[in-house]
């Protein structure tokens, strides 16, 4: 198979295209680095054995429709999202970007498109429907989440009119080795915790998120190459964790206090709870989480350790 990943040099792009590889799979990457780095791929790019090449393209530029179209992937794993503060900004970079990568996808004959589309596009759920189910009403809180939801709308158009099949992950929060400080709660406290740093916690820190590992959820992007096709599904572990309870599992992975956060004030569209149910994935793609918090929390230190940054 060929496989081409947008947003491949990204935290959780280039442990997809790792897999891929391993796999025995070729696979394209495209990414314009502003968030995604090299250095994420330093191991495969040096691997003689593997069928790798990376595109410094940005996914808002035509050009990687006629680079995806001369590519041929059978599969195209769009991960390429940005979250700029202006609205106006944040659709350019998300929905056309997606257009132009659907079609790149069409030019080039490609099978599937399996997008990640966040948990985000709920929105804030009735705890009552906690953990919610993939019927849920979409009601996205921020400009980033309702550019996701519009994307979905083009995935089912490009469907229907061009027989271009996709499968769109939910994914709830996602965390592990490679993730950067400030792009997860996971990734900054143990960088903060490792190296005292302050910890900042935006709120009460009563917060709930659904942590997914970063393995677990390759592991759904890829069976969802061949499985799942014109569903969205939910990627999660259906289980609430307080955003405070995960800073004392960091502590106590690393064998410290814990530290006493800094208090900031809650960030615009920022919600209160969040679980996914995950029994469709265990049904469509055959797939269930199997790395536990502490389990994936003690890993993200480990790499945390001697990737600092």
Not at 12 to 17: H, I, W
Not at 91 to 100: E, K, M, P
Not at 262 to 276: F, H, K, L, S, T
Not at 282 to 292: A, F, N
Request: proline fraction near 6%.
């Amino acid at each position: 198979m060929r496989a081409l990943v947008t947003g491949g040099a990204g935290f959780l792009g280039s442990t997809l295209v790792d897999r891929l590889l391993a796999e025995g799979h070729a696979v394209d990457v495209i990414d314009d680095l502003s968030a995604g780095r090299l250095v994420n791929l330093a191991e495969a790019r040096t691997d003689r054995n593997v069928e790798l090449k990376i595109h410094q393209v940005d996914v808002r530029s035509h050009e990687v429709v006629d680079l995806i179209a001369r590519r041929d992937p059978d599969v195209v794993f769009h991960l390429a999202a940005t979250s700029p503060d202006d609205p106006a900004d944040d659709a350019f970079a998300n929905v056309v970007g997606a257009v132009n990568v659907l079609e790149g996808a069409r030019l080039g004959g490609s099978g599937k498109v399996v997008f990640a589309a966040g948990a985000g596009i709920y929105g804030e759920p009735d705890p009552a429907a906690l953990p919610v189910r993939e019927s849920h009403p979409l009601a996205p809180t921020t400009a980033h989440d309702v550019a996701k939801k519009a994307v979905l709308d083009y995935l089912r158009l490009y469907r229907e009119r061009h027989g271009i099949e996709f499968t769109a992950l939910a994914l709830a929060s996602v965390y592990g080795p490679r993730q950067r400080p400030g792009t997860g709660v996971v990734a900054t406290f143990a960088q903060a915790v490792l190296h005292g740093l302050p910890v900042e916690l935006h709120g009460t820190g009563a917060q709930t998120r659904d942590f997914v590992y970063v393995d677990d959820a390759v592991d759904a992007l890829v069976r969802a190459a061949t499985r799942g096709s014109g569903l969205m599904v939910n990627v999660g572990c259906g289980i609430e964790t307080p955003v405070r309870q995960v800073l004392a599992l960091v502590a106590e992975a690393a064998g410290v206090a814990a530290p006493d956060p800094v208090r900031e004030g809650r960030r615009p569209g920022d919600i209160d709870r969040q679980a996914v149910d995950p029994g469709r994935a265990k049904i469509q793609l055959g797939w269930s989480p199997w790395t536990t918090l502490g389990e994936g929390v003690a890993e993200t230190l480990r790499w945390s350790a001697v990737n600092p940054v």
